[in-house]
């Protein structure tokens, strides 16, 4: 395998970092890797480099992996129904989502929220005895 051009390398390393401000601005979209590809002015395959070679992953399991990390978060609060989370971090599918969600984190989103609102009720129980 031939060495890369340090060109070569910062170019994917910067496409990589503009989609990620993308991913990070827009997950709960309908994101796919080419049209960001076009909104940034490069190819499908550019990106699908800049992801392996500067993020070490690829755009599919960086978006989910942005997607569940945000679910997470709006999980730990008890305002909205897992459905409602699935749908503002771009699943249309409740399915899909628990699935998703459950490969990544290890439970399913409602056994998740338990546990979150477990921990922050003995948090709060701690905070008050001190």
Known sequence: MA???PAT???RA???RQVCVLIEAEYGQDLQLE?????IASSRRQL?????EAGSTTFRDHLTGVRMSRAAELLSSETLTVREVARQVGYKQPAQFAKAFRRLH???PSEFRASATENQVGQRLVANAA
């Open 3 to 5: 060495t890369q051009r």
């Open 9 to 11: 390398i910062q170019y």
């Open 14 to 16: 910067s496409l990589h």
């Open 35 to 39: 049209g960001l590809a076009k909104r």
């Open 48 to 52: 699908q480099r800049a992801f392996s």
């Open 106 to 108: 290890g439970v399913a």
